[in-house]
């Protein structure tokens, strides 16, 4: 079974300009989660989709945002880049039923460097 | 407010040692609480996952045990070998709808030589 895929797997853009990041989740998985980890540090949670739809963001500004296709695929955009949104990107997935959490599985990540 | 917190933010070991991580949460109402290895620059890997009924789960080397009374779960590593040095994370997941899975800070291993 494939697991969460992320692509690219390593991005260099300029400040100022736009990087999208794109996630496939397991194969029956409903929600995927992004998050941003800088360098040396924990996972900050950046957004939430389910079904189609974003359920919760976290405390980014809007120049990220994204949205998950129907084959519940995701990508990640993040607009007029700055030099700290230097970082690795990890999408997971999970099957949610109930409110429960299932299976959640990171995928190996993208790194963008921006300068 | 949901909180996971661990201990020790970081550890070094000799290899062949043994060692425990702790978690300590305060995500309710519970639903399962999850181990992860993360190796610099990678993705975290599963290591355990347990339910509120379960109060110990192992993973060859890797043993997690769960109080779900006293909120503490710790991950105990035996025998330690160079490649466990990496992260390893604490998360816990509530049983509502809406988002709550809560990520610790975690610990970082170094495991010398």
């Known amino acids: 079974e494939a697991g969460v895929t992320q692509s690219p797997t390593h991005l260099i853009k300029t400040r100022g300009q736009q990087a999208t990041l794109r996630c496939s989740p397991i194969s029956g998985h409903t929600s995927v989660y992004w998050y941003q980890q800088a360098l040396g540090l924990g996972l900050q949670f950046l957004l939430w989709y389910d079904e189609g739809e974003e359920r919760n963001r976290g405390n980014f500004p809007p120049r990220f945002s994204g949205r998950q296709f129907p084959n519940y695929s995701s990508e990640l955009n993040v607009n007029a880049l700055e030099l700290e949104d230097s970082a690795l990107y990890l999408c997971?997935?999970?099957?949610?039923?109930?409110?429960?959490?299932?299976?959640?599985?990171f995928g190996s990540g993208t790194r963008l460097t921006v300068v | 407010k949901n909180q996971v917190e661990q201990s020790p933010q970081s550890l070094i070991i000799l290899e062949g040692k043994n060692c425990t991580l702790q978690?300590?949460?305060?995500?309710?109402?519970?639903?399962?609480l999850r181990w992860y290895k993360q190796d610099t620059g990678r993705g975290p890997v599963s290591l355990t996952i347990?339910?509120?009924?379960?109060n110990t789960k192992s993973n060859g080397r890797y043993t997690a045990t769960l109080d779900a009374d006293t909120k503490q779960s710790s991950l105990h590593i035996t025998a330690s070998q160079l490649s466990d040095s990496a992260s390893y994370i604490c998360?816990?997941?509530?049983?509502?709808?809406?988002?709550?899975?809560?990520f610790g800070a975690g610990t970082r291993l170094f495991v010398k030589a």
């Open positions: 347990m339910t509120f009924s379960e």
């Open positions: 997971a997935s999970s099957l949610r039923s109930q409110g429960i959490d299932y299976g959640y599985t």
């Open positions: 998360v816990v997941s509530g049983n509502t709808g809406g988002f709550k899975t809560i």
């Open positions: 978690c300590n949460y305060t995500v309710s109402p519970f639903s399962n």
